[in-house]
């Protein structure tokens, strides 16, 4: 099983270092398949035009089976990530809206994405999605900041 998740992780790699979806970098910080990390250019039609947000993408022993777990390391004010931890709230990672074969450069474009467009019914903190709702100028501001903070 080991010698298939390698297999499959390195040909995604080098698919991604050859072709980089959406400006997006991609690369291994250590030896350790399990461990990837990215940087997301903020989309220009996005409140993070500017910015550049760093993820760490943790892949489980049975991937592609199982879905990956992300996270910002960069801080980022978005609705659909935790404050505290930077853990990524996406209905389609969730381990029962996986697509077993999914792929990483799916993961990437669909966080390109959420930087467009969040994900209302997928909120990771009430406090953001309130202020989302009903202060959405604090939510602009917050989020621009984060952008500003993150080049």
Known sequence: MEKQFASRVQKELAALRKSPPLGIQVSLPSDDLHVWEAVIP????????????????????NYPL????????????HL????????VCLRFLAEDEWVAGGTIEQVL????????????????????????????????????ECAAKAT
């Not at 199982?66 to 004010?77: D, E, L, N, S, W």
């Not at 959420?114 to 406090?127: G, K, S, T, V, Y």
């Open 109 to 144: 474009n669909a966080l390109f994405s959420l930087l467009i467009r969040p994900e209302e019914d997928n909120a990771f903190d009430h406090d953001v999605l309130n202020n989302y709702h009903h202060y959405k100028g604090q939510y602009d501001r917050k989020a621009r």
């Open 80 to 87: 659909n990530v935790s404050q505290s931890s930077g853990q």
């Open 66 to 77: 199982a879905p990956p777990i992300v996270r910002f390391v960069t801080p980022i004010y």
């Open 42 to 61: 903020g989309p220009d039609d996005s409140l993070y035009k500017g910015g550049k947000f760093k993820i760490q993408i943790l892949l489980p022993e």
